[in-house]
Structures are given as structure tokens and as C-alpha cells.
């Protein structure tokens, strides 16, 4: 991609926003209320105005729990979901209202890998056909000895041995399934990979093999990563740039270091200090009061608001924008804007 | 006298060509109040581990041989009678799904009543204060109204609340809980923990923790078992295997953690996967994935003997110490 400036992030998404409508027929919506009927419609808010940025040969962590709107984040991005509102630029083109037609060529450089790799591949295709089929479908004039040498190249890559070829998705146990599954996606040579909970259905031992293995692509193949998890220990091992996101907004986007060294953001602290530690005895565990609301009635103001230790009256009102730190992080935070964190902590 | 006491439990599954063994000869003891993690990956063994000690296991599987001593009476000899009275009663189990272990169609209440009568001789609404008592003491807010609720209506930590309130009610011994916090957030499970380690410690409940999750294990246990392939390779104190593995396969799972690499370096990663039941490698089931492994390893299986301040199943576990890699890692 030497033909973009690289000044530019390779994919910036500006104020995207993102609604799920529950009530969709026309009845669906009349409600009776105060002896009258009404028209009314309820939607998920899942995403509200995220703005991020990532820049190339990154990996831009997304973390959260939950319902937050993670995987929401990552099927706008890949094209799977249509935004509501706001801009996805890839590579400086704007992505997000582009025609069937007009994504494919990026759709073999944007390739997701997907949580469930019980559910990602097809259980009646063997192994040499899941991965054949994406390399056919975009280099339509390849010849069928170019299709089979680009396919052993990348399982030799990947660890997945080619004499597994002929065999199908079930015959493998989940860590060579997603072995299998990355191997797919990196057959037509993506730059960007968009990564939904990769690891999460994996056993710890087989998590750093995949891990590892993601690691070694990026740095082989100068891939730029957008990964969505919930797993902070994995963040900070992978991550070189966190967006924590609560309730379908932005709290806190860090580089990986500052992030943990110096959270802000209230609840990025709580996060925080809510990872089981290996070693500690006791834990400072943040407790947060109850539990994180539906997305379906946000509350006016900061979303944080109702679990939050330092909301007051203009959180209850006025939802806080994201504000340059000194040390480059974005904190969208009423009580670090004014200061008066710290002052509760140390008072 | 230990509350529970397990010996030479072997378990196995009865398929149509063949009989695998789950668990091969496990012993372990629990004292009264104490609270024990077992770990390991999926296929370990230790969910089997956790259903066969309250005699739950169903076809194809069976208690093959070995004992399960609870308050000094075999589980595994137990009438069907004997063993109602025991589940739910002395012994309780927490699963990781709440929405799968409570009933969709009963309210909190209907569940709640319903077990309290089936096991003591109570009315409707003595039965009905109990419940009211114990969802208060998990911190559920207006309890009374809870009771007339459906599951679907409450959020997962608040399902997993009343699961443990439901595993309280009669008071158990023992408490099993099965990776009762791995479908939950983390701030949830944080609150969870934090609870459970609080009502085990205030009323001498035991309890046995089974998860893959070191860290929780780490934060809410006294004692860890380490499973493998179905038999227990490393046992002790949680402090000395956290920070003093002695098994190759408890120190692969240790070292495998994100925590325990500098940033953007790559994992100390175990390789391979763990066997399968019907295809446990001759000797010590670690050796194919096991950097120290000798033809002795290759060819007999190791007892498990005291090595430190911890118990291991490891034929090489003195050679291992010695190892100049391992004296760097511990440094």
C-alpha cells in the first residue's frame, strides 16, 4: 500500500452510530399509553457515535463486556452491517455506503476471523475446499495448480499441516479449527484483519499458540489489526492501541502502555482492577454498583453514569466528550476533565 | 476426619467400539470449610471429576471403581433414597450456565419453595421467608419481588446470585462449583467471587472450585489440583503452585499466560493439543507435548510423589528443577 499517505490512518471511523429497531411492523409499534394510542418505536443503541482511528501495522484493540457494542463495531467495519449514521474510511475511501459490487476488491483486503471456529467453517466442505473457495472467488483467473500452490503456502504458514487437506471441519479439535479459520482468511492476502473474540473459545494453551500465531503474521505480512475482546490480559500482550467502550460509546482510547500504567476513565479502572491477578493475595477491586443497563432506554448524559462512583449532576445531563489528555489519550470523562478523580482518591 | 474423601476414582465411558477412562485413580481429600480448585483444560477431567462426586454421572458413564467418601459414607454405594437426600441437602453444585440450571416456566419463587419442601418438613410460606433470607444474604435487592420474577427477566449476575442462593438453602457441607463465573463479564465475576469466598468463609462451607482460569483459582482457593487427561498431575498449596509449579505441563499452563510475557513478544506456548480419551498416550499422557520427556516417560506412567511443598506425577520433576531455563524463569 504504498500508494496511500501514510500520514492518514488506514481505517478511521467517524462518529459511527448504530440502531437495532424492535419494533418493526406497523402494529409492532402502537402502543397504549395514558388511554391513548401511540406510535412508538424502541431500538437498541448499540453503537453511538464511536469515533477511532487505526494506522497501519497496528493493532487497534476494542475491549468491553457484554452488550457494549464490540462485535457491532467490527461487522460495521467489515461491511456485514450498514451504519445508521457516520463515515468508515479504509485506506482514505469512504467504505461505509459503497454497493455489493463496489466492496469487493476491498473485501479481499479487509478478512474477518470469527469467535466460533465450530461455526465459521462449513461442515461439508473438507479443509482444501474452505480455503480454495475464497482464493477462486477473488483471483478468478487463477489456474488451478496457482490456487492449490497459494493454499499450501499459507497452511505451511499457519502451522496447518497440508496433508490435513482432505478432511473435514469436525475432524479437528477447536484450535486447529481456528487455526484453519486464519488460514482462510489470510489466503488472499488481506492488510487488514478484523478479529472478533479470536481466542475466547480456546483453551489457555492454545490461545498463546493462536496468539502467537496472529502475532507472527502481523509482523510477516505487515498486517493491520482490529481486535475485538474482552480478555484485558490479552490486550495488553497484543494490543498496541486500546479503545475501551461501555454502553456503545468510547470511554477511553490509550496506547496499550499508557492505558495500563495510567487508566482514567473511571470505569477503565474498575476493568482494570477486576482481572483475576495471578499473584496478588488481595485484589484492589474497584466494586461498581449493579449492573450495566439495556442499551434499549440510554440514559441521558454519560452512559457510566448509574454505576459511577463520581457522577454528579452535569454526568446525570450532559454526556462527555472524548478530551486529548497531556500523555495523547482520549478520556470522555466529566470528572477527569475536572480534575476531581484524583482529589476524591487522595482525599 | 476430612469432610470428603476421594480414592482411586475411576471413571469410564462405555461407547459402542470401545471403553475410554475418563478419570484414572484419583485421591484427594477436602477438610470441613476448605475450599479446593481443580484445573486444566477441556478434557481434563475435571467437570467428570465434579459430577461423579455427587454420583451424577449417566450413561455411558459409570463409576468404574474407587471410593467417595462424604462424612465418612460411600457415594458411590448410596441408595437412589440416600442420594436425594444428599444432593441439594449436604451437597450442592453451581453449573456455569444459570439460564440452563434454573427452569424457564417457574418463577424464583416456585424454585426456590419447591426445594426447601422437598427436603424439609416446612409450610408454604416458612419455606417462602427462608428464601427471602437467603436471596438477601447474595445481596439481591427487594427480594420479595424477585420471587414473583421469571429467570429471563433478571440479567446473568443476578441469575448466578440466585444460583447460588438456590446451592445455600439447606445449608450444604460442600459446595461444587463448575466454572460458576465464565459466562459472566469481568466486573461481574469480580462481585460473584467476591461473594462466594464470603459465604463459604462465614458459614465453614467447603468448597470445590472447578475452572481453566489460574487467576481465579489463585484469588478464591487454599489447595489446587492440576488435572491432565484425566488423572491429577500436580496437587498442593494454591500459593506453592502459582508461584512454584513443579509438573512441565502446570508450569506450560503458568507460563502460557499473556501476564507472563513482555508485551508483543510471543507466548510460551505449549505445543500440541491434549489428547483425546480414546488416544492417551502410553506412559505419562504430557510426554508427546513435554520438552524433558525420557523413554522412561515415554513407557511408564509416574506415581505421584512429594516433591517440595507440592505433590507431582512427573518422572523428571528433579531434572527439571536443575534445569537452567527453569532456575532463569524462576529468578
Not at chain 1, 431500538?43 to 464490540?70: D, F, M, P, T
Not at chain 1, 453514569?305 to 452535569?314: G, I, P, V
Not at chain 2, 446473568?156 to 444460583?163: L, N
Not at chain 2, 462466594?196 to 482457593?221: A, F, K, P, R
Amino acid at each position: 500500500m504504498s500508494d496511500v499517505n501514510t500520514d492518514r490512518p488506514l481505517l478511521e471511523i467517524k462518529n459511527l452510530e448504530k440502531r437495532f429497531d424492535l419494533d418493526q411492523g406497523f402494529l409492532e409499534t402502537l402502543k397504549f399509553k395514558q388511554g391513548k394510542i401511540v406510535r412508538e418505536s424502541r431500538s437498541v443503541h448499540a453503537v453511538n457515535n464511536i469515533s477511532l482511528e487505526a494506522r497501519k501495522g497496528e493493532a487497534l484493540c476494542v475491549v468491553g463486556e457484554s452488550g457494549c457494542g464490540k462485535s457491532t463495531v467490527a461487522r460495521l467495519v467489515a461491511g456485514l452491517l450498514t451504519p445508521s449514521a457516520g463515515e468508515i474510511h479504509y485506506g482514505g475511501q469512504r467504505i461505509d455506503n459503497l454497493s455489493r459490487a463496489g466492496m469487493q476488491p476491498l473485501r479481499k483486503k479487509i478478512q474477518m476471523i470469527f469467535q466460533n471456529p465450530y461455526a465459521s467453517l462449513n461442515p461439508r466442505m473438507t479443509i482444501r475446499q474452505a480455503l480454495e473457495e475464497p482464493v477462486r472467488h477473488h483471483y478468478p483467473n487463477a489456474s488451478a495448480a496457482e490456487v492449490r500452490d497459494k493454499v499450501t503456502e499459507v497452511m505451511l504458514s499457519v502451522g496447518v499441516d497440508p496433508s490435513w487437506a482432505k478432511r473435514y471441519p469436525h475432524e479437528f479439535s477447536g484450535g486447529q479449527r481456528q487455526r484453519i479459520a486464519i488460514a482462510r482468511a489470510l489466503t488472499v492476502d488481506p492488510e487488514f484483519i478484523i478479529a472478533d473474540e479470536p481466542i475466547s473459545a480456546l483453551d489457555v494453551s492454545i490461545q498463546a499458540q493462536v496468539l502467537n500465531l496472529m502475532l507472527e503474521a502481523k509482523e510477516s505480512r505487515g498486517l493491520t489489526y482490529l481486535f475485538i475482546t474482552h480478555d484485558l490480559s490479552v490486550v495488553e500482550h497484543f494490543g498496541t492501541r486500546v479503545a475501551v467502550l461501555y454502553l456503545g460509546s468510547v470511554c477511553e482510547v490509550a496506547d496499550t502502555r499508557t492505558l495500563f500504567s495510567s487508566p482514567k476513565h473511571p470505569y477503565t479502572r474498575a476493568l482494570l482492577s477486576a482481572v483475576p491477578q495471578l499473584k496478588d493475595d488481595r485484589p484492589n477491586h474497584i466494586r461498581l454498583k449493579g449492573e450495566i443497563p439495556t442499551p434499549i432506554n440510554l440514559p441521558t448524559g454519560c452512559p457510566f453514569q448509574s454505576r459511577c462512583a463520581f457522577a454528579d449532576t452535569r454526568c446525570k445531563s450532559e454526556k462527555p466528550k472524548a478530551i486529548h489528555q497531556p500523555d495523547g489519550s482520549m478520556v470522555a470523562c466529566h470528572a477527569v476533565e475536572e480534575d476531581r478523580l484524583d482529589a476524591v482518591a487522595a482525599g | 476426619m476430612s469432610l470428603l474423601s476421594v480414592r482411586d476414582l475411576t471413571v469410564k465411558f462405555a461407547m459402542r467400539d470401545q471403553t475410554v477412562t475418563a478419570l484414572n485413580g484419583i485421591s484427594f481429600d477436602l477438610a470441613k470449610g476448605e475450599r479446593l480448585g481443580i484445573v486444566g483444560e477441556s478434557g481434563a477431567g475435571k467437570s467428570i471429576t465434579g459430577f461423579s462426586l455427587m454420583n451424577l454421572l449417566s450413561r455411558p458413564g459409570y463409576i468404574d471403581t474407587g471410593k467417595i467418601l462424604f462424612e465418612g459414607e460411600d457415594v458411590v454405594q448410596m441408595s437412589d433414597k440416600r442420594l436425594r437426600n444428599l444432593r441439594g441437602n449436604r451437597m450442592a453444585m453451581i453449573f456455569q450456565d444459570p439460564m440452563v440450571t434454573l427452569n424457564p416456566v417457574l418463577t424464583i419463587g416456585q424454585q426456590m419453595i419447591e426445594t426447601l419442601m422437598a427436603h424439609r418438613k416446612l409450610s408454604h410460606e416458612e419455606a417462602r421467608q427462608i428464601a427471602i433470607v437467603k436471596l438477601r444474604e447474595v445481596y439481591i435487592p427487594s427480594p420479595e419481588e424477585r420471587l414473583e420474577q421469571y429467570p429471563h427477566e433478571l440479567s446473568g449476575g443476578m441469575r448466578q446470585r440466585i444460583i447460588i442462593a438456590i446451592a445455600l438453602l439447606l445449608d450444604p457441607q460442600l459446595i461444587i462449583a463448575d466454572e460458576p463465573t465464565t459466562a459472566l463479564d469481568v466486573t461481574i465475576q469480580a462481585d460473584i467471587m467476591e461473594l462466594m469466598l464470603e459465604l463459604c468463609q462465614s458459614n465453614q462451607v467447603g468448597l470445590i472450585l472447578i475452572t481453566h482460569d489460574l487467576g481465579v483459582v489463585s484469588q478464591m482457593t487454599e489447595r489446587t489440583l492440576v488435572m491432565y487427561a484425566g488423572r491429577i498431575i500436580e496437587a498442593g498449596r494454591t500459593r506453592e503452585i502459582i508461584n512454584d509449579p513443579q509438573h512441565p505441563y502446570t508450569q506450560g499452563l503458568i507460563n502460557a499466560l499473556p501476564q507472563q510475557t513482555v508485551p508483543g513478544q510471543r507466548l510460551k506456548q505449549i505445543p500440541g493439543n491434549m489428547p483425546g480419551l480414546a488416544s492417551i498416550p502410553e506412559g505419562c499422557a504430557f510426554n508427546p507435548r513435554c520438552k524433558y520427556a525420557t523413554d522412561l516417560c515415554r513407557s511408564r506412567i509416574p506415581e505421584i510423589v512429594h516433591y517440595g511443598e507440592v505433590d507431582v506425577a512427573c518422572h523428571e520433576v528433579q531434572r527439571l528443577n536443575s534445569d537452567e531455563d527453569r532456575q532463569e524463569a524462576r529468578a
